[in-house]
T-cell receptor, first 114, second 118 residues
Framework: AQKVTQAQTEISVVEKEDVTLDCVYE???????LFWYKQPPSGELVFLIR??????QNEISGRYSWNFQKSTSSFNFTITASQVVDSAVYFC???????????FGPGTRLSVLP | GAVVSQHPSRVICKSGTSVKIECRSL??????MFWYRQFPKKSLMLMAT?????????EQGVEKDKFLINHASLTLSTLTVTSAHPEDSSFYIC??????????????FGQGTRLTVV
């Protein structure tokens, strides 16, 4: 069975603080994809990153960075110097390498206060 | 990224009526479309998966006669909520993927539809 856990239900930070959103997953597949999506108050899901299980290199994109640790089944997401516009619900998701199933975590609601 | 357009973004309907929600992939061909339901402050719950030209596959507990899904073309899928009741009020969101290559790509999501049944 596949499962994604995001232990932090809600996080509040003050603008310019760094914040890390945790994601732990379970899968029996040896190859798989991991994703992060952002859902702002307007509701649409915004794709942030896709990472395949072969690639454990950390990735940085502007203020965003991702740390993939296969040994601990974690795919954490860090926002550096947070901004009010970062306030949203963030979902971590897991998908098999081949196939259609897409499992979402429960989401973490991030509030960045001015 | 690719664009998926979902319409309408908001709809209010009377109890007992039916509502149709459209999901279109604008710049790619979506072999597979997914319909999710999201309750307030909750995660996305997969309702059904539809492949173009085939009957949709529904998740356990989802009434297929109530939530009719049609995926007649590679760019359009529709979800019809039949005989809507207040408990059907929710946020519905579709996603589209082109899985012809086999390997999974990212799923592109529509803007979502907020359905309120009064």
């Amino acid at each position: 069975a596949q499962k994604v856990t995001q232990a932090q239900t809600e996080i509040s930070v003050v603008e310019k603080e760094d914040v890390t959103l945790d994601c732990v997953y379970e899968t029996r597949d040896t190859t798989y994809y991991l994703f992060w999506y952002k859902q702002p108050p307007s509701g649409e899901l915004v794709f942030l990153i896709r990472r395949n299980s072969f690639d454990e290199q950390n990735e940085i994109s502007g203020r965003y960075s991702w740390n993939f640790q296969k040994s601990t089944s974690s795919f954490n997401f860090t926002i550096t110097a947070s901004q009010v516009v970062d306030s949203a619900v963030y979902f971590c998701a897991l998908s098999p390498f081949y196939g259609q199933n897409f499992v979402f975590g429960p989401g973490t609601r991030l509030s960045v206060l001015p | 990224g690719a664009v998926v357009s979902q319409h309408p973004s908001r709809v209010i309907c009377k109890s007992g009526t039916s509502v149709k929600i459209e999901c279109r992939s604008l710049d790619f061909q979506a072999t597979t479309m997914f319909w999710y339901r999201q309750f307030p402050k909750k995660s996305l719950m997969l309702m059904a998966t539809s492949n173009e030209g085939s009957k949709a596959t529904y998740e356990q507990g989802v009434e297929k006669d109530k939530f009719l899904i049609n995926h007649a073309s590679l760019t359009l899928s529709t979800l019809t909520v039949t005989s809507a009741h207040p408990e059907d009020s929710s946020f519905y969101i579709c996603s589209a993927r082109d899985l012809r290559g086999g390997e999974n790509t990212e799923a592109f999501f529509g803007q979502g539809t907020r359905l309120t049944v009064v």
